[in-house]
């Protein structure tokens, strides 16, 4: 029973928030993808990405939970755990330890960073230029009890507000594929990490196997695109060329989307499934629930217009990468682990 009741309450929590949103948000929002260049959407990068969390968050959090990115699993392995499990493994790679500085480059709530704090110890700064994102995450991490390990920084990736050499270390997962320039973005983090210092990264890229030729693989990336509010999706060999060219040494580079017998179950099985009582809500059945609900409550006016349209936004996404995953097209988590020089050569 308090269970069920502590669910509603959220639902209603996620309606009040999406009621303060405006339709003027998901108009000017399509607008960016209204043609299929990406020229506008990579000179106007912030306001694209801050109208997209905007419209975004509250259906992030009510269906994926804190931690906004996807994972592998294993046989018998529930989502939560999996999520958790890919996470620990940047903490791992890196090093983390008690003590030491680390950045989240586009922390999102602040799920991952408080997984990562917890498993490692480490002190960890979150940047993310999104009002509300922050404000949900200072919740969070304070009902955590982490808000003397974990905190938030306002503010661009591209210009992140500290010194030179600031940083023991540096992650990000599914974020700075918001960026319009891998260059931008990649040598950024360079001047933030500290000399020796690693940084370890989930990117979001086309694989090989994209043909830009191909009309079918060009709606595919274009709706990924408008549905997780990105610029534009570079593909793995663009990413490896832009980290050498900004001076990084690339330790290890690994598209971990392919099912291995390590990890049997693809990451986009979530979306996929027909019904999960676990997973309800990233179901198809729970998916229709939702949208069902929500065009209700938008007729009747108990939440603005526009509110519909963000749900089909992000169900374009969602159609966009599970297809995307199992043509092996794409993939969210094409991860490289690369160290700062000692030396500038």
Known sequence: ?????????????MLQNLA??????????????????DTERKTKYTTLVNQYYDLSTDFYEYGWGNSFHFAPRYKGESLPASIARHEQFLALQLGLKPGMRVLDVGCGIGGPMMEIARFSGANIEGINNND????????RVTAGGLDQRCSFIKGDFLHIPQPDNTYDACYAIDATCH???????????LRVVKPGGYAAVYEWCMTDNYDPENPVHREIKHNIEIGDGIPNMDNTKKVVEALKKCGWEIIECEDKAPVSPQNPIPWY??????????????????????????GWLEKFSLVPKGTSATHDMLMLARDGMVRGGSMNIFTPMFYFLVRKPLEKK
């Open 1 to 13: 029973g308090q269970s069920l009741l502590h669910r509603h309450k959220g639902k209603a929590k």
């Open 20 to 37: 303060e949103k405006t339709k003027e948000n998901i108009d000017t929002y399509n607008q960016f993808f209204d043609k299929k260049e």
């Open 132 to 139: 509300y994102q922050i404000s949900r995450g200072r919740t």
């Open 179 to 189: 960026s319009p320039s891998k260059e931008e973005i990649y040598s950024e983090i």
């Open 269 to 294: 099985a979530p979306m996929e499934a027909s019904f999960s009582l676990s997973g309800f809500r990233l179901t198809s059945a729970g998916i229709w629930f939702t949208k069902t609900l929500v």
